[in-house]
């Protein structure tokens, strides 16, 4: 359905096969794009199944991936410099059995320190988490830890940026989601500043089983 903003205003959506667009005054009709009946080749097939794969894995954390990345650079987005990465190096396996290797997933970026000799040991929903800290450029004591944590089986991620530790306090534990217990989880943590206008790279902690 198109719109029209009063007696003479411009026009917007669609009206039959065209669709209206008005952008700085001027208006823009197109035909709407028709469906092809030519068979999709198998490279068309492979990229696509690759593409849907890398999409569904991030999307839930878009937010925090779009958050780290601008402060490096305005004019890309987190999510889609993380989406190339993998789509080019991390994704393994034949079509259509593709598959992500978390291990060589890049994911938050940015100019802190990241953790260093980190250790996570799992509990049904209880996180146990390690990690030195050592006093050098961009490394503060106030930087707070964050947690990436993707399900496996459920195939989705879980984010906790505020679990209140502290890049001084080297150990803390958190509380997993209930429905993440006696699951394997794939793990990743980084560092925001106080201020949350800077991150560190994450770092991939491996596969854990929470039972």
Not at 43 to 63: C, M
Request: aromatic letters at 12%; a positive charge; proline letters at 4%.
């Amino acid at each position: 359905m198109a719109i029209q903003r009063g007696l003479f205003g411009p026009i917007s959506g669609k009206i039959g096969d065209r669709v209206y667009a008005t952008v700085n005054g001027v208006t823009y009709v197109r035909s709407l794009p028709r469906k092809s009946t030519i068979p999709a080749t198998e490279k068309q097939l492979i990229q696509r199944a690759k593409f849907g794969l890398v999409s569904r894995f991030l999307h839930p954390i878009g937010w925090i991936l779009n958050s780290s990345y601008k402060v490096i650079n305005r004019k890309k987005t987190g999510i889609w410099v993380s989406f190339r990465q993998i789509m080019d190096v991390a994704v393994r396996g034949e079509y259509p059995d593709f598959e992500i290797d978390y291990a060589k997933a890049n994911l938050i970026q940015g100019h802190l320190t990241p953790p260093r000799e980190t250790c996570v040991t799992a509990e049904k929903q209880n996180l146990n988490l390690s990690w030195s800290f050592n006093q050098q450029v961009n490394s503060y004591s106030t930087d707070e830890l964050i947690v990436l944590v993707y399900c496996i089986s459920l195939k989705e991620f879980w984010c906790n940026d505020k679990t209140g530790l502290r890049r001084s306090d080297e150990c803390g534990s958190i509380i997993l989601p209930e429905e993440y217990a006696e699951r394997e989880c794939c793990f990743w943590l980084f560092y925001r500043s106080v201020t949350q206008n800077a991150y560190s790279n994450s770092v991939y902690l491996g596969k854990v089983n929470t039972y």
